[in-house]
């Protein structure tokens, strides 16, 4: 046996040494590549270009067709969750928990549900209607009700009148992003489905609902990335975002509302609402610890207190989860607070995605939020035993989250206190191996027959879940090279964890992909990833109407702050026509904060690969380019991507953790129309910080008090004013849920830090007031 073993581990080491030696012979030829150079192209005489019609195997699509794949990305940026409806609901309990009200002698709990569909239903001002068409009755942000006092986990107060940021089209019972599946009458006896028939009859009932009327929901794109507020004053801009249901009198139309990030979603109270927000515990964190010892010691409690003190820790995962304010979100699961603002996804010829850069291909990055973004059990595959291991290779990192928990028992952590667990405790065993992958095959809990099964990151696939007979059956294992020409390039990341979306076969048959195969020479697996792939970079940015700009315009400030914007170098970055040059900029260089860079580290500097960033594609990678990385010099330094500057007048806050934001305080007697004053107005006058902002808010919901984007985009340029806003965000002024202390936005590792490319100027003087100007024109057509 041990002579056996000793040949083993000499093969292992020969084969090691044989890669690593083609990796550094890889590494010295690989070719290199700089942004495209656009010249003297003037962004206020000619429109950006549009996206050239795609084509397959040497076989262009006719733009009718190509047309009709831009609207049908649509409906499933909407409405698509690949299944993710069992995890919501059987899992996770989506809307399905409850609060606890006092009534004077003891508590009892109400359903959440119960207050969401009556808000739901309150939308037009008439009770009863909600599975009618709801009078049509919309909103930009649907406020929930809830009696006074009211409590979630008897210790988080909840507002009486809390502003949730979702969106409802006229006529929907449900909100943007979170999509119903009525059950069969088969499972209308589960007593954890979504039944709004309960509350249908009497005086604030919501009116008949039709067929079973008992619910799965699942989660879409469209949650995070549409707004029907277009241009973030507080005021609901559409009725609707559907492309054949224009607002009358509106200056806006459906598609301006597609891609823009929700500003105003409170994610953190739409999931604590949820009945095992257990489930969560990896996006969570306990407040103001941010070090990878931390996230380790989160593992370990939750680990040593989920199955005995389960109520402990709900707590304390809900704690981690509400300190997390309005419009930003935490997509690295990684037992830290990592936060984003929630981005824009204007594509178009604006890659690599993530603000780390770390996906080329937008179907690799439409994946990635498919498969571990909507779908949180498929991240069993960065546990310990499975792609874990992979750690051992970088011998010197330091261990994070994962490091404590194997596959198992991540599993069993999601189960324990589910909802159809604690209907039929038989199906604990039965969802945690389904979450595994050993009973089935496909790990995570997305529909089977829409999964393919790819190599990704080493040991995210074990050899039991591999080798399953299913998957042979099914036909499900796949390589790289089989998802575009740069797939091989693209290696791990075409499934990073093992799993990536494809085409179901009831689409297939729905749309004739087969057909389509054979036309136009695509791959089918790739119809609906592809297709929302190509909506987000058909779409473009909404037009900026307002009369700050207009004024402005009229004084010929755009044209001068053009000229300015190119001599004081902005344009070395922001290039182009779509403002970026598409590169990386390292950490040293952009010194904003690094907690996201460096919790997708590994990606960046490993598993990315090398890219032409005038085409996006990846020109090398794959197996030898990971190993050319790991010993040669060609590792990408941790970062940043430089993101468009398209739709800035409308995503304040900036920087990626949404961290400079100003705005005027409620009582300041407002500037008009006339950038320069507004600009010029003294700090006594202002509020700097988003965490004073939306504290504001929080009190005067009202209000809908919102960052500023002319004043805040002066705060990201001139160093004074960054001052002012890097100390507020300093100060201890967000109330940890719970508990008499309060912490600042930067121990959530909001800083509103870095990009220090200063202009020499004082507010509202000669230089910074014509570029804002020209700033905040950037939107479809700066020209205009």
Request: negative net charge.
């Amino acid at each position: 046996m041990q002579s056996r073993n000793a040949q083993k581990r000499i093969q292992h080491e020969v084969f090691f040494v044989i890669a690593t030696l083609i990796a550094f012979a890889l590494n010295a030829c690989n070719p290199k590549y700089g942004p495209r150079e656009w010249g003297e192209f003037n962004v206020l005489t000619t429109k950006a270009p549009r996206p050239q019609l795609p084509v397959y195997k040497q076989k262009p699509i006719p733009y009718e067709e190509y047309l009709k794949w831009v609207y049908w990305g649509e409906q499933w940026f909407r409405g698509e969750t690949f299944g993710n409806e069992r995890v919501w609901t059987d899992i996770v309990g989506l809307l399905n928990g409850t609060i606890d009200i006092h009534d004077g002698a003891d508590w009892k709990s109400e359903p959440i549900f119960k207050y969401f569909v009556q808000a739901m239903d309150a939308l037009d001002g008439v009770r009863g209607n909600l599975y009618s068409g709801n009078g049509g009755g919309y909103t930009h942000n649907l406020v929930i009700t809830f009696p006074p006092g009211a409590l979630l986990d008897k210790t988080f107060p909840i507002p009486e009148r809390l502003h949730t940021g979702l969106d409802v089209e006229a006529g929907s019972a449900w909100p943007l992003g979170i999509v119903p599946f009525e059950v069969g009458q088969e499972e209308a006896h589960l007593p954890y489905l979504l039944d709004p028939k309960k509350y249908a009859p009497g005086p604030e009932g919501v009116g008949e609902v039709p067929g079973v009327g008992k619910f799965r929901a699942g989660l879409a794109c469209a949650l995070c990335h549409y707004s029907l507020d277009i241009d973030w004053d507080g005021k609901t801009d559409l009725r609707s975002a559907k492309p054949n249901e224009p607002t009358p009198g509106s200056l806006y139309q459906p598609r301006h509302a597609w891609a823009i990030g929700n500003q105003d979603l409170a994610l953190s109270w739409i999931f604590a609402f949820s009945s095992n927000t257990l489930a969560g515990f990896e996006n969570s964190a306990q407040p103001g610890k941010n070090k990878l010892e931390d996230a380790r010691a989160w593992a370990k409690l939750v680990l040593d207190n989920y199955e005995k003190n389960p109520e402990y820790v709900k707590r304390e995962v809900d704690r981690g989860l509400l300190i997390f304010p309005r419009g930003y979100a935490d997509d690295t699961p990684d037992g830290l607070h990592n936060p984003l603002q929630f981005p824009s996804l204007f594509t178009h010829m604006n890659w690599p995605f993530n603000y780390d850069g770390v996906m080329l291909n937008p179907s690799d990055r439409n994946n990635n939020v498919w498969t571990t973004g909507i779908d949180p059990t498929e991240l069993v595959a960065l546990c310990n035993n499975r792609g874990g291991k992979t750690a051992k290779i970088m011998f010197w990192a330091e261990k994070g989250m994962y490091a404590e928990i194997s596959a198992e028992q991540y599993a069993d952590i999601f189960v324990a206190n589910a909802p159809a667990v604690r209907h039929d405790p038989a199906q604990r065993e039965k969802l945690r191996r389904d979450i595994l992958g050993v009973s089935d095959g496909v790990p995570g809990m997305l529909r089977n027959d829409g999964m393919a099964l790819i190599s990704g990151v080493p040991g995210a696939l074990p050899k039991e879940v591999r080798n399953h007979p299913d998957n042979k059956k099914f036909d499900r294992m796949h390589e790289p090279k089989d998802f575009g020409s740069d797939g091989k390039n693209r290696g791990a990341l075409v499934g990073m964890l093992g799993t990536r979306v494809i085409t179901t076969d009831a689409v297939r048959a729905q749309y004739g992909v087969d057909e389509l195969e054979k036309k136009y020479g695509l791959n089918g697996d790739e119809f609906v990833t592809e297709s929302v792939s190509l909506m987000l970079d058909w779409v473009e940015p909404p037009p900026n109407l307002s009369p700050l700009l207009e004024n402005a315009r009229k004084a010929g400030l755009v044209e001068k702050g053009h000229a300015i914007f190119k001599s004081q170098g902005c344009v070395q970055c922001h290039a182009g026509p779509i403002f970026t040059n598409n590169l990386i900029v390292p950490l040293k260089k952009i010194g904003t904060n690094s907690t996201r860079a460096e919790a997708t580290a590994p990606l960046q500097t490993f598993l990315a690969p090398k890219y032409n960033p005038a085409t996006g594609q990846a020109v090398s990678g794959g197996f030898f380019g990971f190993f050319a990385k790991l010993f040669g010099k060609s590792k990408q330094q941790p970062g940043y991507k430089v993101v468009t500057l398209r739709y800035v007048w409308g995503s304040a806050p900036y920087l990626h953790e949404g961290g400079v934001g100003v705005t005027l305080r409620a009582e300041a007697q407002a500037s008009g129309d006339d950038l320069q004053a507004l600009l010029a107005r003294p700090v006594a006058d202002k509020i700097y910080g988003m965490g004073q902002i939306l504290n504001y808010r929080e009190a005067h919901p009202d209000s809908y008090l919102r960052p500023n984007a002319a004043l805040s985009l002066q705060a990201l340029l001139l160093k004074d004013e960054r001052a002012h806003v890097i100390a507020a965000n300093g100060e201890a002024i967000l109330a940890v849920p719970g508990e008499n202390q309060r912490l600042a936005m930067s121990a959530l590792q909001i800083e509103g830090i870095g990009h220090e490319f200063w202009i020499p100027d004082q507010p509202g003087g000669e230089i910074i007031t014509p570029l804002i100007a020209f700033l905040l024109a950037l939107d479809d057509e700066p020209g205009k």
